[in-house]
């Protein structure tokens, strides 16, 4: 369902990928909303991907651009301006890789070059994004900037490996840009904490299968999905959200405030019997002598 909330608006969408994608859900909610997009991702995302035949169903352009190149990201923005005819309203930074953790080192274990990628890539790059568009002036009063994050920029989980670093200092970067725009311009600068999604970079995460099903039953409300934080994320680009800034909004089914479920404790409890049984089963075959 429509309700027009960015009927008349243009914003720049980085990191659709395929219909994994939570930048993909963005960028088809937006254009429900009324939006006008230019899509972008990297040359060798847009040739692994299927962005084209997202751009086809939206009416937008891809622009290919490497979020760490500052020189692409300054061609990016002026063909941006070039396609809207001027300014524009939005921005959403879905970009996150992790060298690291795609060659299986663990935390412990870094190699430090493939760190400073991955803060580069991961949240290094937002910041570039916002000063190249604040340099150009190319949004418009009253923009929206977001960024995905993820809780482990606040809580250890294992797996995220550095991605977590990367995550909390995207957080850092909109809040201190968020005060810097927000002074000059009213633009409002926030990060979406979602929950675990099994996107293409997502899956990548050491255990995912068993942090989605951990997150699932510790949410009282679910696991958001990627059309659920799409939902979210167009609200925050909307007039609806204009005095909402420098925040770290969760968005999560409720699992950034739980400490235990009732529907987890189930689950760990049966664990913890069935290895109890097991180890009595081994040490007393004959019974323990309990009635």
Not at 65 to 80: F, G, M, P, Q
Not at 222 to 241: K, M, R
Not at 268 to 288: E, H, I, R
């Amino acid at each position: 369902m429509s309700y027009n909330l960015l009927k008349g608006k243009k914003g720049l969408v980085f990191g659709a990928l395929n219909e994994q994608s939570i930048a993909w859900k963005v960028a088809e909610r937006a254009v429900e909303e009324g939006a006008e997009i230019v899509l972008t991702n990297t040359p060798v995302s847009i040739r692994m991907g299927t962005i084209d035949r997202l751009a086809e169903k939206c009416g937008a352009i891809v622009v290919p651009a490497d979020a760490t190149s500052v020189t692409d990201l300054e061609n990016l923005i002026d063909r941006a301006m070039e396609q809207f005819g001027g300014k524009f309203d939005f921005i959403l930074h879905s970009i996150g890789m992790s060298p690291n953790v795609r060659k299986g080192r663990t935390y412990d274990d870094l190699d430090y070059d493939y760190l400073s990628k991955t803060l580069d890539i991961s949240a290094i790059s937002f910041h570039k994004v916002i000063q190249v568009a604040r340099k150009k002036d190319a949004i418009n009063d009253w923009g929206s900037i977001v960024a995905l994050s993820y809780i482990a920029a606040q809580r250890t989980l294992y797996g995220y490996n550095d991605m977590a670093d990367a995550k909390a200092l995207l957080e850092s970067i909109a809040r201190s840009f968020g005060y810097i725009y927000g002074r000059e311009k009213k633009i409002r600068i926030n990060t979406v904490s979602q929950s675990p999604t099994p996107t293409t970079a997502g899956n990548g995460v050491l255990g995912m299968g068993d942090l989605l099903d951990f997150a699932e039953r510790m949410s009282p409300l679910g696991n958001a999905t990627a059309a659920d934080c799409a939902d979210y994320v167009i609200t925050l680009f909307s007039d609806l959200t204009r005095k909402v800034t420098m925040q770290n909004l969760f968005h999560d089914g409720g699992f950034s405030s739980m400490g235990m479920s009732r529907r987890a404790m189930r689950t760990y409890g049966k664990g913890l019997n069935a290895k109890f049984d097991d180890v009595k089963s081994n040490q007393f075959p004959f019974g323990t002598g309990e009635e």
